[in-house]
């Protein structure tokens, strides 16, 4: 049964960036898309971005300017970057797997890590 | 930007069907998919493809699509399917996801 796991710093200053990094335990990352989603009281679920393990990557338009979304096959994990972050970048991050059929371009996520919460505040 | 919407919240007793409702313009020719959250936890995934069911999620989860509307179906509902569901899209072209806004369950 794979596992994800988030880590990272859970507070982060207005303008600087957000790093977080999601370790896979149980599987190898190979073969699969995995992606970034968080979620703020207002807004609720908010789709961040996905990469293959390959690494070609794919984000949201909304936040493209400025996320990065980075693969360490050698490591099993993958990492975020959120940049010139702000009080609305405030949320539970969460990582996930994301399982794809390519000829109906769809995607969804079938196993999520536990969340961090990660407040942007002075 | 695409848009999936969701009633805010639905009630029923116990052992009624509840029936949570996702509406987008896309949704006739993208598959959709459901999750549950309950407080404090990550959302698990309880419908797949519209309709499949992952293993381990009990039979009273059932999930259908007509036009841009697609459903989320628990029959026999019982206490402890009280949470957030949420469902998940993908636009026309396929390459941006979105969630609905999320329904609260309540069993009364």
């Known amino acids: 049964q794979v596992q994800l796991q988030e880590s990272g710093p859970g507070l982060v200053k207005p303008s600087e960036t957000l790093s977080l990094t999601c370790t896979v335990s149980g599987g190898s990352i190979s073969s699969y898309y995995w992606s970034w989603i968080r979620q703020t009281p207002g807004k609720g679920l908010e789709w961040i971005g996905y990469?293959?393990?390959?690494?070609?990557?794919n984000y949201n338009p909304s936040l493209k300017s400025r996320v990065t979304i980075s693969i360490d096959t050698s490591k099993n994990q993958f990492s975020l970057k959120l940049s010139s972050v702000t009080a609305a970048d405030t949320a539970v991050y969460y990582c996930a797997r994301v399982r794809f059929i390519a000829a109906a371009a769809t995607h969804w996520f079938d196993t999520w890590g536990q969340g961090t919460l990660v407040t942007v505040s002075s | 930007s695409y848009e999936l919407t969701q009633p805010p919240s639905v009630s029923v007793s116990p052992g009624q069907t509840a029936r949570i409702t996702c509406s987008g313009d896309?949704?006739?020719?993208?598959?959709a998919y459901w999750y549950q959250q309950k407080p404090g936890q990550a959302p698990v995934l309880v419908i797949y493809k519209d309709s499949e069911r992952p293993s381990g999620i009990p039979e009273r989860f059932s999930g259908s699509s007509s036009g841009t509307t697609v459903t989320l179906t628990i029959s026999g509902v019982q206490a402890e399917d009280e949470a957030d569901y949420y469902c998940?899209?993908?636009?026309?072209?396929?390459?941006?996801?979105?969630f609905g806004g999320g329904t609260k369950l309540t069993v009364l």
């Open positions: 990469i293959y393990y390959s690494g070609s990557t």
């Open positions: 896309a949704l006739p020719k993208q598959y």
């Open positions: 998940q899209s993908a636009d026309s072209s396929g390459t941006i996801e979105v």
